[in-house]
């Protein structure tokens, strides 16, 4: 009988040559796999386990998938949540890109046999669903969307003072603008631009004139600006295009959002292209939208620096699949009504009562985030679950970012799908069991 605890560690050919751990070396790679049989061996050597235990453990110990980005529970209340991923795609356009992922005809006429025009579904479902547009693109974001407009359509950029806007994370748009070799020239002031400003401004270098949402915060008191209805007539004959970034991706008007504007209006109201983002409140996949007339568009589409911004083949399914398919959850979230989130969270606290959790349904203010509309606050509601559960639940199985409150931490439904509403309950117990 051996006394050397070391002697009894099973050898990690051994280990991994075992059934069940072989197919997870399949699934998720030697490399990862390996990991774990390491850390079981080291338990066994301090102790810990018994040699026996050590193919559960290393079983226990896997990653679910070969990658290190979780799926998290959203119940911050902010729907697009920058730091979450932005909006969440609907479970058709999951389905298609899985469809997508592997060998796909995103570039193949499957009839002729010949090259085809990439992407062209994403692209036909793009100017179905803004019909005043006559040719689309998809960039990789919005911010790329505007690097190409700034270099292709270049000279001097006409931009408003009001608009020079920082996105988030230091990343400021003129910089953007600037860093592509346009040159900007700024009219107005900080809170008033008028037409005139824009018109005396224009000259043969003029690339031309962009128009930037202030997606991010609002100005107040004295403000006077130029908008694309008042602009449009004023350039026509000119030549000089009227680009307008209006960010979330609105593609209509949204009864709750009237100060949000939306592709469709922006376009009809006279703008030559329209940018905007895929993962805000369009609720797809990251991307850059452009949309407009068709000469702009082939400009762009036909230089070089496309090639560099381009989007891969499961951002076209993603995108597709978000404007043919059902209502994307973000939108969901946007329209879901209060008394129905009342409901959730009642049966919620509820159920977390029951088994000994100190929960109750409260109302909560929810946000649209990320996506725009700084100011609007969506009425919703949550469940307060101690404060000092936040952290636990952030390392949760299915790890869960909720917000504290005084002191409690609120889990806001709005930000939630209902599908996920009985894992968020599982996630509290299985925190709350961890504590007694
Ligand atoms: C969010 C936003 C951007 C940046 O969009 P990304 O898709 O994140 O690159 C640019 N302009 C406006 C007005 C925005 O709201």
């Not at 128009?211 to 609002?218: A, D, L, M, T």
């Not at 409140?281 to 568009?297: H, K, N, S, W, Y």
């Not at 230089?303 to 993603?318: E, G, Q, S």
């Amino acid at each position: 009988m051996t006394t050397d605890p070391r002697r009894a560690v099973p050898r990690t050919d051994a280990v991994l040559a075992e059934p069940q751990v072989a197919a997870a070396v399949a699934r998720l790679g030697r490399d990862l796999v390996k990991a774990a049989v390491q850390a079981a061996q080291q338990r066994v050597r301090g102790g810990e386990l018994a040699p026996d235990d050590v193919v559960p453990a290393v079983l226990a110990g896997l990653p679910g998938t070969a990658g290190s980005l979780h799926p998290v529970l959203n119940a911050t209340g902010v729907l697009v949540h920058t730091n979450l991923g932005r909006a969440p795609l609907s479970a058709a356009a999951v389905e298609a890109v899985a469809a997508a992922s592997g060998t796909t005809d995103v570039e193949l006429d499957l009839r002729t046999g010949r090259r085809g025009p990439r992407g062209e579904g994403a692209l036909s479902a793009l100017l179905a669903a803004v019909p005043a547009a006559e040719a689309a693109l998809v960039v990789n974001n919005c911010a790329a969307a505007l690097a190409l407009v700034a270099t292709a359509l270049g000279g001097e950029l006409v931009i408003a003072r009001g608009e020079l806007v920082e996105i988030g994370d230091g990343f400021r748009i003129p910089d953007l603008l600037v860093s592509s070799g346009a040159r900007l020239r700024e009219v107005g002031t900080t809170n008033r631009v008028s037409l005139a400003d824009y018109t005396d401004a224009l000259g043969p270098d003029t690339g031309a004139v962009l128009k930037v949402h202030p997606s991010n915060f609002v100005v107040r008191g004295f403000t006077r600006s130029a908008d694309v209805a008042e602009l449009a007539p004023a350039l026509a004959g000119t030549g000089v295009p009227l680009v307008a970034d209006v960010g979330s991706g609105l593609l209509r008007p949204h009864p709750l959002l009237p100060d949000e504007p939306d592709l469709q209006t922006t376009l009809a109201a006279g703008a030559d292209l329209v940018l905007s983002s895929g993962d805000k409140l369009l609720g797809g996949p990251q991307a850059g939208i452009v949309l407009g007339r068709a000469d702009l568009v082939q400009r762009l589409r036909r230089h070089p620096l496309y090639r560099a911004l381009r989007v891969d083949k499961t951002t076209l399914a993603a995108l597709e699949a978000t404007l043919r398919g059902p209502v994307p959850p973000v939108r969901r979230m946007l329209d879901a009504d209060l008394g129905g989130l009342q409901a959730r969270a009642d049966a919620l606290a509820e159920v977390l009562r029951a088994a000994g959790v100190a929960a109750t349904a409260v109302p909560a203010t929810a946000r649209v985030g990320g996506g725009g509309a700084p100011e609007f606050e969506l009425p919703s509601a949550a469940v307060a679950v101690p404060l000092a559960f936040a952290e636990p639940l952030r390392a949760a199985s299915t790890p869960v970012v909720g917000y504290a409150a005084g002191d409690r931490t609120l889990l806001d439904l709005r930000s939630l799908a209902p599908e996920d509403d009985e894992r968020l309950a599982a996630m509290v117990l299985e925190v709350a069991r961890r504590w007694t």
